[in-house]
């Protein structure tokens, strides 16, 4: 797929130009009626690469640790003396792995020097006067150093990129002569990125880095600890080693310390918060923050969970924007592409380029709150939204653990019986609900081992069109259209398949889902064995949701032991018994909630065979 020269930006309805536009008041071609323009030429723009040098030194070879950076920007700038802002990438996935729905890799030419970036950053944003930068992370691709898996040697070494940008620290060009960027760049950067690379751009955001000026963390995660352990309950074994191993460009004796870290430090044993997941954990440093932040995150996101979002989200006091989508791991660019294209540019214009363009005056949420129906609204969770307290029951249901329980069985046909599960049943709604925020359930249990999973989730029972997050491309098929969105050259064009929403007609969808060992219901820091005589409160933190519930539904809340589809449990083949009168849901919800009884609710049947999954490793 190329296209030559120029590109139609498809639903913006403008072709890209080169010739300059009238110069604005000041003095930028690119500015014109308040908004950036495409005047440069993105055929004839500098490419170059730079190496830049960071403070440390963990791959341990007595030199300090160097960030492959690739760099595109426009040509004509200099002879306008204009300096430029930059939209900066730093990504672990360059060379291994690919970035975008179609897996875009970066291409070199024959002297080394960047001819292809993934996606369509540069091609959109550098005719319009932005320069765009891809960095890779420490210990990938053309970096040296070794990938810590969000710890300091991948933050300090994208942070030592805008400190780069802005003079602060040097790089070197392949052929050993000084890299300068103050010349070209005005150093007001931008960091933006999916999955592991919104993570960073949250993690630099984190030190308070000066010219940093926004952020856009897309399916980010802010604490490796909750990517990688739901409370405890392990994800997958040694996934701090599997994801240094992933993404590692380095040869393999060159980071075994690094590795060997990785796998003591983590501390699969306990599944306990230690030092090692606080130096991972970008939340308590929020409030050094003072980048504007636009987040997007699917709300049905089961790899990049949302509890990522909402907890960083709340902590963050700068302006703000967030869209939340109805898909799982998908970046909006597949899912309302015109619009995202739009309000990205707008985003950029006013933090960027300082147009006051009016996008920070703005609802601040943006909410799918039907499959390809979005609303407005000025902040989030729902200010109407109010937590609902209720309790499970009037007596004592026991379970006993069942490792081979899959969800689908789990929370199918509510009225049966099915061992190794419990159904709670509230309904039907007399009228419709919402639930905006973070749910959590408090179980009074009494376990006869010294640790056990808990599991819950909560399930809207009642037939509906809902976005199939479940049923392949986490809610999204690619088409074999496809439309472009910047300017193009024999190496790099900017065209890309069409996406569509994936919908599905149900009678029941889970809306989330929470998970918590047992053991760790004291602190996260420590563990406390359950000793069998005894009665002990245990909350399960659910992931944060925005759903809407039609009146007739039936809201399900389903409880487990081990959960072997999203995560790696040890099962203890506990039995719990569990006090309802005193055990109690809470949501954050606006409309009414009945108390729990057995409404009637009938499910399509599920495959009566069932193989145990275990998780296997997912990389964000």
Same mark, same amino acid.
């Given at each position: 797929?190329?296209?030559?020269?120029?590109?139609?930006?498809?639903?913006?309805?403008?072709?890209?130009?080169?010739?300059?536009?009238?110069?604005?008041?000041?003095?930028?071609?690119?500015?014109?009626?308040?908004?950036?323009?495409?005047?440069?030429?993105?055929?004839?723009?500098?490419?170059?690469?730079?190496?830049?040098?960071?403070?440390?030194?963990?791959?341990? #070879? =007595?030199?300090?640790?160097?960030?492959?950076?690739?760099?595109? %920007?426009?040509?004509?700038?200099?002879?306008?003396h204009v300096k430029v802002p930059v939209i900066l990438e730093g990504s672990p996935y360059y060379s291994c792995c690919g970035r975008g729905n179609e897996s875009e890799l970066k291409t070199y030419d024959a002297n080394g020097v960047i001819a292809k970036q993934p996606l369509f950053y540069d091609n959109y944003f550098v005719p319009r006067g932005y320069a765009f930068v891809a960095a890779d992370l420490a210990g990938t691709n053309r970096s040296t150093g070794c990938m810590d898996v969000g710890g300091r040697e991948e933050v300090l070494g994208a942070k030592a990129v805008i400190d780069w940008l802005n003079g602060r620290v040097t790089a070197r060009y392949a052929d050993g002569t *000084?890299?300068?960027?103050?010349?070209?760049?005005?150093g007001r950067t931008g960091m933006i990125g999916k999955s592991w690379d919104g993570s960073v751009a949250n993690g630099v955001a984190a030190t308070g880095v000066r010219g940093l000026e926004t952020i856009v963390p897309i399916s980010a995660i802010s604490s490796w600890y909750d990517y990688e352990r739901f409370n405890g309950v392990l994800r997958s074994p040694d996934y701090p080693e599997f994801l240094h191993s992933y993404v590692s460009g380095r040869p393999e004796e060159a980071c075994a310390d690094v590795l060997a870290e990785l796998d003591q430090d983590s501390d699969d044993a306990t599944g306990d918060y230690n030092a090692f997941w606080a130096a991972r954990n970008f939340r308590p440093d929020a409030r050094k923050v003072h980048a504007s932040v636009f987040v997007a995150h699917g709300i049905n996101d089961t790899n990049v969970t949302t509890s990522q979002f909402a907890q960083w989200w709340s902590r963050l006091d700068v302006p703000k924007k967030i869209w939340i989508s109805q898909e799982g791991h998908v970046d909006p660019f597949d899912i309302r592409r015109g619009e995202w294209v739009g309000t990205l540019h707008r985003w950029f214009d006013r933090y960027l380029q300082g147009l006051?363009?009016?996008?920070?005056?703005?609802?601040?949420?943006?909410?799918?709150?039907?499959?390809?129906?979005?609303?407005?609204?000025?902040? $989030?969770?729902?200010?109407?939204?109010?937590?609902? &307290?209720?309790?499970? =029951?009037?007596?004592?249901?026991? $379970?006993? #653990?069942?490792?081979?329980?899959?969800?689908?069985?789990?929370?199918?046909?509510?009225?049966?019986?099915?061992?190794?599960?419990?159904?709670?049943?509230?309904?039907?709604?007399? &009228?419709?609900?919402?639930?905006?925020?973070?749910?959590?359930?408090?179980?009074?249990?009494?376990?006869?081992?010294?640790?056990?999973?808990?599991?819950?989730?909560?399930?809207?029972?009642?037939?509906?069109?809902?976005? #199939?997050?479940?049923?392949?491309?986490? =809610?999204?098929?690619?088409?074999?259209?496809?439309?472009? $969105?910047?300017?193009?050259?024999?190496?790099? #064009?900017?065209?890309?398949?069409?996406?569509?929403?994936?919908?599905?007609?149900?009678?029941?969808?889970?809306?989330? %889902?929470?998970?918590?060992?047992?053991?760790?219901?004291? &602190?996260? %820091?420590?563990?406390?064995?359950?000793? *069998?005589?005894?009665?002990?409160?245990?909350?399960?933190?659910?992931?944060?949701?925005?759903?809407?519930?039609?009146?007739?539904?039936?809201?399900?809340?389903?409880?487990?032991?081990?959960?072997?589809?999203?995560?790696?449990?040890?099962?203890? =083949?506990?039995?719990?018994?569990?006090?309802?009168?005193?055990?109690?849901?809470?949501?954050?919800?606006?409309?009414?909630? *009945?108390?729990?009884?057995?409404?009637?609710?009938?499910?399509?049947?599920?495959?009566?065979?069932?193989?145990?999954?275990?998780?296997?490793?997912?990389?964000?």
């Open positions: 797929m190329r296209r030559l020269a120029l590109a139609v930006v498809a639903g913006v309805g403008a072709t890209l130009a080169v010739t300059a536009a009238p110069a604005s008041a000041t003095g930028a071609p690119h500015i014109r009626n308040g908004e950036t323009v495409p005047v440069y030429s993105y055929t004839n723009a500098v490419r170059e690469s730079v190496w830049v040098q960071t403070p440390l030194d963990n791959d341990g #070879d =007595g030199k300090h640790d160097e960030i492959a950076v690739d760099i595109v %920007r426009p040509r004509e700038t200099a002879a306008k *000084p890299a300068v960027a103050t010349g070209w760049t005005n006051h363009n009016g996008i920070d005056k703005e609802p601040a949420v943006s909410i799918e709150t039907a499959p390809g129906t979005w609303a407005n609204e000025r902040s $989030w969770p729902a200010p109407a939204a109010r937590p609902v &307290s209720v309790t499970l =029951g009037t007596g004592v249901r026991t $379970w006993t #653990d069942d490792p081979g329980l899959d969800e689908a069985t789990a929370v199918a046909d509510p009225n049966t019986e099915v061992p190794g599960r419990v159904a709670i049943l509230f309904g039907p709604l007399t &009228s419709d609900i919402r639930i905006s925020g973070t749910p959590s359930v408090t179980l009074r249990v009494k376990v006869d081992k010294p640790t056990t999973e808990l599991t819950a989730r909560l399930v809207d029972y009642g037939t509906g069109t809902r976005v #199939d997050y479940q049923g392949g491309g986490d =809610g999204i098929r690619t088409l074999t259209t496809e439309s472009c $969105w910047g300017a193009s050259t024999p190496a790099d #064009d900017a065209c890309y398949k069409d996406t569509a929403e994936r919908v599905v007609t149900s009678d029941h969808a889970v809306l989330t %889902r929470g998970w918590q060992d047992a053991a760790h219901h004291v &602190s996260l %820091r420590f563990t406390t064995p359950l000793l *069998p005589d005894r009665w002990y409160s245990v909350t399960v933190p659910l992931q944060a949701t925005d759903q809407r519930i039609a009146a007739g539904h039936v809201l399900g809340l389903i409880l487990q032991a081990s959960d072997n589809e999203y995560s790696s449990p040890q099962s203890t =083949g506990a039995t719990i018994q569990l006090d309802t009168r005193r055990s109690r849901l809470t949501l954050p919800m606006t409309g009414h909630l *009945p108390k729990a009884g057995n409404p009637v609710v009938t499910t399509a049947p599920v495959p009566s065979t069932f193989a145990p999954r275990h998780f296997s490793p997912i990389v964000p």
